[in-house]
């Protein structure tokens, strides 16, 4: 009666164990992109039932299984629960010591299974092996995570204390029983297991309340976050519309087809006298703007050719009818999906002007300095050497230009009184001017003249320089006045280019530190990226191996007939554990893919070789569907330059793809070379796609939509992964479909590669 019991417990528990692997199940479904680690509680859900499974077959299968297989899925799923929630919660740490307690777990079950078998002992070591890794959970949850994290994780802890005690407490239990069949344990045993299992499903309860609570807390946190983003962009609208109404300069926001304008500021109402009402719906060409519109299609096709424009010239007519001299930049933007222009004009009418003003100034200098009938020379302040003289000067000297070039008045003796070139000299050092100065110069024949000179010092090409000028007193001071201010004028100018250049240079500096900052961001993703792939890949791999090697001896009846119903449910975990193997081996690779780490080695190889090694793989599976399959390889198209086992993997992809997705008829495939490209072609006779999918097969997880099943074999990655292995390969994938008459998956690739890199 007491085994019955404990068989009853058992049942029960399985029923139990299955509805809280749904549940988990549905747990992952929901939040497997929040939370990937929610893939470790579900396998644990999944591998506490296996293990139920196994221990209630006990007597029908082998010790092997019902005892050691079945001990390791259930302390094993736990440990991964573990590492699920050190995730959850954000304190991983290394498993060095769980994988040691479990290898060391596993020996002393097997030590008293096969060689001393004790049931006491086996018991003990379970309840050790329990206490040891739920103390570790309840340690996580209720003093490891944050002070804001327990208010989550205080049931699961609790669950998992309850847990520990339960172990300590049947230790006595474990040690007093006398029999060595699990399922004639006593009442005290039945009633532990029972306690137990209910424990383990308020365990799954309170890990789904957790999930729940945290999500909810989350929501809350980000819609205090939006309505504070959203504050953030009220202000900066309302800063930006401060500034765009009081820029002096006229803005237009304007539609870039067909020119309506839908927005200006008040200096465009200054600089053109149109209100605003006026302006808002018309066009610039419809105001009269432009004094010529050809420059406004000239300036939008620049726009529209590279983006935007600055500092573009052009003449505009306001309301008044005068004519405006103008700078324009315009910026092509997006406004609720509508491409418009951006377009601020600065009214340089002034500006203008006064540069006119200053060109005919500096053209009647230069008429001034050549045609004046008095003596104007130019001298280096530093060593005194003519830099320019002008013809009333070879009047006054005789000397040519070509006979004072590079020379100083000393070289050529020219003062005849030497004490007054150091007068001019003195007087010059201290105010910098010198007027009137009578002196003696001396011919270039020898002769003397006396002159009455004026002398100042000016700037040409940053340099210190004099200017003298002989007898001319008034020509003088209109020289010496229109230089002034050309020399203010000419450092306005300077320091204004000079204040925009470094506010150019400081808008470089702040998005060089911008991009430094997310490039940092994205090693630190790539690398947090990489370290979960890698522990995903052993433990996800390790167990599904095992699980499909294990359910393969069962399946093939190498450790005892099965029968029927046993049969086919497992079965069925062999067939889910190879799906999930190969979604694992898909997600690593196109992951592999995405962070640079599959290597491409190109080197020359046969087409014909590798196709025939494919076809012949996946043969088997057609003649099972009872296609037809054919393939062909041109001459031309033998030989090929790529990385066999990239092109391989493709092309068990897409003809395995095509065999399972074709019902009858055949599946062909086709090897030919177009120009520098060979083209492996799939064809079958097939489904079909419909247009509105075909553009979405080579998205990750995406599957065709089937009406004959509730949903499609595969993956979804398959044709992912293809893809861009063969963009590595230097080609491309193709896909032609018609519904109701088959595909043609075509994979284009290079003959030869004239760089190889990975």
């Known amino acids: 009666m007491i085994a019955l019991d404990v068989e009853t417990i058992f049942a029960s528990s399985i029923i139990l164990t299955t509805l809280c692997a749904i549940v988990t199940g549905s747990l992952w479904v929901r939040h497997h992109k929040r939370s990937p680690e929610v893939v470790l509680w579900l396998a644990n859900a999944v591998m506490q039932l296996a293990a139920l499974v196994l221990f209630a077959l006990r007597g029908t299968i082998s010790d092997f299984l019902s005892i050691i297989v079945a001990n390791a899925l259930f302390i094993g799923g736990t440990m991964l629960l573990y590492v699920g929630l050190e995730r959850y919660v954000g304190r991983q740490t290394r498993q060095w ?46 003093h490891r995570v944050s002070r804001e994290d327990r208010v989550f994780t205080l049931d699961p802890g609790l669950v998992f204390a309850a847990l520990a005690f339960l172990s300590v407490a049947r230790i006595p239990l474990d040690l007093a029983t006398t029999t060595q069949d699990l399922l004639q344990s006593g009442f005290a045993e039945a009633l532990l297991l029972i306690l137990m299992h209910m424990l383990f499903v308020a365990l799954t309860f309170s890990l789904l309340l957790m999930v729940n609570r945290r999500l909810v807390t989350d929501l809350e946190r980000d819609i205090v976050e939006r309505e504070r983003a959203r504050e953030a962009l009220r202000m900066s609208e309302e800063k930006f ?9 006229a803005i237009v926001v ?30 610039t060409i419809e105001l009269g703007l432009w004094a010529d519109p050809v420059v406004r299609e000239e300036m939008v096709a620049e726009v529209r050719r590279a983006g935007r424009v600055i500092d573009y010239s052009a003449k505009f007519i306001d309301r008044a009818g005068e004519l405006l001299d103008a700078v324009v930049s315009s910026q092509e933007i997006l406004i609720d999906g509508e491409r418009c222009l951006l377009t601020m004009i600065r009214d340089e009418t002034e500006r203008v002007r006064a540069l006119s003003a200053l060109a005919l100034s500096e053209v009647k200098f230069a008429t001034a300095f050549r045609t004046s009938p008095d003596s104007v020379n130019i001298n280096r302040l530093s060593d005194g050497a003519y830099i320019d003289i002008n013809e009333g000067f070879t009047k006054l000297t005789g000397y040519l230009p070509e006979d004072v070039a590079g020379k100083t008045s000393g070289d050529i003796e020219i003062w005849v009184d030497s004490a007054d070139r150091e007068r001019l000299v003195a007087t010059l050092a201290a105010d910098g001017v010198v ?38 007193i008034s020509d003088r001071k209109r020289a010496e006045d229109e230089i002034l201010r050309l020399n203010a004028e000419l450092e306005e100018r300077v320091a204004q280019r000079t204040q925009e250049l470094q506010s150019a240079l400081e808008d470089v500096s702040r998005a060089n530190e911008v991009l430094t900052e997310l490039n940092t ?8 990226k990489s370290d979960f792939l890698a522990a995903m890949s052993h433990e996800l791999r390790t167990p599904l191996n095992s699980i499909i090697g294990f359910s393969d001896l069962l399946v093939t009846g190498m450790v005892g007939e099965l029968e029927p119903e046993q049969e086919k449910q497992i079965r069925m975990i062999n067939t889910s554990g190879k799906y999930l193997l190969e979604l694992v081996n898909e997600v690593l690779d196109l992951s592999a893919i995405e962070v640079g780490q599959i290597r491409i080695d190109l080197r020359p190889m046969s087409a014909a070789h590798l196709v025939r090694a494919v076809v012949e793989s996946l043969e088997p599976l057609a003649l099972e569907r009872g296609l037809e399959l054919t393939w062909a390889v041109s001459a031309d198209a033998e030989t090929l330059e790529t990385d066999r086992t990239r092109l391989e993997q493709i092309l068990f992809n897409l003809l395995g793809n095509a065999i399972k997705f074709t019902d009858a008829g055949a599946v062909n495939v086709d090897v030919s070379r177009v120009g520098d490209e060979v083209l492996f072609a799939i064809r079958d006779t097939g489904r079909g796609i419909a247009p509105e999918q075909l553009a979405r097969v080579f998205e990750e997880f995406y599957q065709v939509e089937r009406s004959d099943v509730a949903k499609s074999e595969g993956t979804g990655l398959g044709l992912t992964v293809s893809r861009r292995l063969a963009t590595m390969l230097g080609g491309r994938i193709e896909v032609e479909s018609v519904v109701g008459q088959g595909s043609t998956f075509t994979v284009r690739l290079p003959v030869e590669r004239p760089a190889r890199d990975a």
């Open 435 to 472: 007027h009137n100065l009578e002196a003696r110069f001396r011919r270039k024949d020898g002769t003397t003249t006396t002159g009455l000179m004026s002398a100042q010092l000016i700037d040409v090409d940053g340099e210190r320089c004099i200017l003298s000028v002989t007898r001319d």
């Open 97 to 142: 010591h769980n994988v040691a307690a479990f290898v060391a777990y596993l020996a002393v079950h097997a030590y008293f299974t096969f060689v001393d078998p004790s049931l006491t002992f086996r018991s003990v070591n379970s309840s050790v092996a329990v206490i040891f890794i739920t103390s570790q959970c309840a340690w996580l949850m209720l």
């Open 521 to 528: 961001q994205l090693e630190q993703a790539t690398s947090a």
């Open 254 to 283: 304007s539609v870039a087809e067909s020119g309506r304008i839908i927005e200006v500021n008040q200096g465009f109402t200054r600089i053109s006298g149109y209100t605003k009402a006026e302006s808002l719906g018309s066009t």
């Open 241 to 249: 519309s401060i500034a765009f109404e009081n820029i002096p300069d």
